[in-house]
T-cell receptor, first 111, second 111 residues
């Protein structure tokens, strides 16, 4: 099993550009999550999903969108990139609400 | 307001000693609490989970305690090694809310 994979690993965006961060898991987990991690600030939940077709907002959803059309994939969309979205983004999945498995992260810089 | 606090941003300890990390919370009634390890440039990795009706959990050199009266969890690493150097995150789950993470404590084990 590859676990949770994320692409790209790094990305530099200009203000106002858009992009999609990809996340795929091969563990058949129902739950999937997107977090951002800023230095010294811990993990903040952006969006999560409890199954295909179901998504919900986390603590910091503004400026992001998600979709969950399959069990495996949970892409995160940034429509109009802003410098405040410079961060490291982690995708995670879990079978139930415990023990989350994290991907390697995407380091995003918005200039 | 709800808060999760990990006692310090950084902790330095001599090799062979026991490292003790603290996680305090306010205005939560967690069903369970989890500890994760995060190495630089990587996603967090699940270590241990302890439920509200459990006082203590052990796994090899790791021990976690959970005191719902004090609203505190202690995470111990016995016979610490330089390879234990990492950031350790506590996270708690309360009701139907997704997992909430603390900011983490960066542990350095000095040879």
């Amino acid at each position: 099993n590859a676990g949770v994979t994320q692409t790209p690993k790094f990305r530099i965006l200009k203000i106002g550009q858009s992009m999609t961060l990809q996340c795929t898991q091969d563990m058949n987990h129902n739950y999937m999550y997107w977090y951002r991690q800023d230095p010294g600030m811990g993990l903040k939940l952006i969006y999560y999903s409890v199954g295909a077709g179901i998504t919900d907002k986390g603590e910091v959803p503004n400026g992001y969108n998600v979709s969950r059309s399959t069990t495996e994939d949970f892409p995160l969309r940034l429509e109009l990139a802003a410098p405040s979205q410079t961060s490291v983004y982690f995708c995670a999945s879990s079978r139930t609400t415990v023990e989350q498995f994290f991907g390697p992260g995407t380091r995003l810089t918005v200039l | 307001s709800q808060k999760i606090e990990q006692n310090s941003e950084a902790l330095n300890i001599q090799e062979g000693k026991t490292a003790t990390l603290t996680c305090n919370y306010t205005n939560y009634s967690p069903a369970y609490l989890q500890w994760y390890r995060q190495d630089p440039g990587r996603g967090p990795v699940f270590l241990l989970l302890i439920r509200e009706n459990e006082k203590e959990k052990r796994k090899e050199r790791l021990k976690v305690t959970f005191d719902t009266t004090l609203k505190q969890s202690l995470f111990h690493i016995t016979a610490s090694q330089p390879a234990d150097s990492a950031t350790y995150l506590c996270a708690l789950h309360s009701g139907n809310t997704p997992l909430v993470f603390g900011k983490g404590t960066r542990l350095s084990v000095i040879a």
